[in-house]
């Protein structure tokens, strides 16, 4: 490898950089990086013979596991005017088909719908509560 000045080495690996940005090969990969490498060096201020460590050190172990959360010590959040009496909607449906083949009937949905904000409406305070 021919030694080039500073200044000729990077503007070596401008244009074989573009060269590969475009698609084409440089032709000898070995050169390019090796002047990439020596111009790192030189801006790093890393002398250009020190060879790296060869000597991996191993990471620190790791926690393995599910990550304790402490959720005793705080409350979970609700919503204002919810009361904490979260009914999931298959539990909802189910109880509904086990009224529905028992013949009690199926609640109606509007009737629900008016009773559970008739329950958010009294477990909220009023604007001028406020």
């Known amino acids: 490898m021919k030694k080039l000045w500073p200044n000729q080495e990077v503007v070596s690996i401008l244009i074989d950089s573009s060269l590969?940005?475009?698609g084409f090969e440089?032709?000898?990969?070995?050169?390019?990086?090796?002047?990439?490498?020596?111009?790192?060096?030189?801006s790093l201020?890393?002398?250009?013979?020190?060879?790296a460590d060869?000597?991996?050190?191993p990471a620190p172990p790791v926690e393995t596991g599910p990550i304790n959360e402490d959720?005793?010590?705080e409350p979970e959040p609700q919503m204002p005017g919810m009361g904490g009496d979260f009914v999931d909607w298959k539990d909802f449906k189910a109880q509904q088909e086990a009224k529905k083949?028992?013949?009690a009937g199926v609640v109606e949905e509007p009737a629900?719908?008016?009773?559970?904000?008739?329950?958010?409406?009294?477990e909220t305070p009023a604007?001028?509560?406020l």
């Open 112 to 122: 629900a719908e008016a009773e559970a904000e008739a329950k958010v409406e009294a």
């Open 127 to 129: 604007h001028d509560e």
């Open 101 to 103: 083949q028992a013949g």
């Open 54 to 57: 060869k000597e991996v050190k």
């Open 71 to 73: 959720t005793e010590d």
């Open 45 to 51: 201020g890393v002398s250009e013979k020190l060879e």
């Open 20 to 22: 590969v940005r475009s």
């Open 26 to 42: 440089v032709a000898d990969p070995n050169v390019f990086f090796t002047r990439i490498d020596h111009v790192l060096r030189r």
